[in-house]
């Protein structure tokens, strides 16, 4: 029997969910949304999203298993949007879920495969392996997405990229090849997968729009923006202490992006490592973003 996905809840309530709430909305519009917002205080609502015919938001506090499930019966997929460090609430989502009598889950994680062999030491790994196994015990039926790095977090400060001044700053050679999937597209693919889950059950879903060097960016920029780059590498990362200086962000946070940049630099993004080929000619439905309107919008945003 084919399983049918009519109602899809996006579990999460940060960026990822509302760029997931406006992807299906545009390219999936039969179905219907039920957006989750966790929160332990106060509560901030992202505008683009608001209850209507098509999409419904409740608002669940942390740990709130039981209202969880009373929001979650009825529903028959959950996409999770939490980050993969909130390992304890996955395990505890899977739970839940299969409580209520959902269908199909999507984790967290769509980013790396903590598989490859040179993330043995990532600092979640053992984690987000914990939430793996917690899914094959159940009776969900279920896909792990790995679409490497988000362009968008990518084409960033954080990343090196500076547009408002035609330069870059490369931690490494910048020669090692890594994965790379606009957001737009990793939505598409991730629901259009859910939609066929009983050909996708079980299986790590490995899609990517484009697999490149950080030098083959610098190129793929220069050649949209018609802009020369100023090119700088970098052996080692600044002191976290300075890199908190520049933007006011936790010394937290920037110790997982240098974690990311190191990943960057060792190739270790590539989600399509041997024997595991990318999967995106089983999704042929999605049509890949071009590189030149990625490229061009993030670099248009940082001249406005």
């Known amino acids: 029997m084919t399983t049918e996905i009519k109602r899809i809840v996006l579990y999460g309530g940060n960026k990822l969910s509302m760029m997931f709430y406006l992807g299906i909305r545009k390219y999936f519009p039969h179905l219907y949304i039920t957006v989750v917002y966790l929160y332990t205080g106060f509560i901030n609502i992202p505008d683009p999203i608001a209850e209507n015919a098509w999409a419904k938001i409740s608002y669940i ?70 939430i793996y196994r917690a899914l094959k015990k159940s009776s969900l039926k279920y ?78 920029v220069e050649a949209a923006t018609g802009q020369k780059f100023l090119v700088r ?23 997982a992006k240098c974690e990311m940049i190191n990943i960057l630099d060792q190739g270790g993004g590539l989600v399509d490592w041997s024997p595991h080929p990318l999967d995106n000619n089983l999704l042929p439905e999605v049509v890949p973003t071009p590189i030149n309107e990625i490229i061009q919008k993030a670099y248009s945003l940082a001249h406005k």
């Open 61 to 130: 506090k942390y740990g709130d298993y039981d209202m969880l499930e009373a929001v979650f019966r009825g529903n028959d997929a959950i996409i999770c949007t939490l980050d993969s460090k909130d390992t304890r609430y996955q395990i505890g989502l899977i739970n839940t879920a299969e409580a209520a009598g959902i269908k199909v889950l999507v984790p967290a994680h769509y980013r790396i495969d903590v598989d490859t062999p040179i993330l043995s030491k990532y600092s979640q790994r053992v984690d987000i392996r914990k």
């Open 143 to 220: 896909i792990i997405v790995a679409a490497g790095f988000s362009v968008e977090d990518f084409l960033a400060p954080h990343f090196g990229w500076d547009f408002a001044n035609n330069s870059v700053l490369i931690h490494g050679d910048g020669t090692s090849v890594n994965s790379f999937t606009p957001i737009a597209d990793l939505v598409r693919y991730t629901v259009a997968a859910v939609l066929r889950i009983d050909e996708f059950h079980g299986r790590k879903l490995r899609i990517a729009t484009y697999t490149l060097s950080v030098l083959d960016w610098v190129a793929a």
């Open 233 to 255: 590498h970098q052996k080692q990362h600044p002191p976290l202490r300075d890199l908190k200086k520049t933007n006011g962000m936790s010394v937290a946070w920037w110790r």
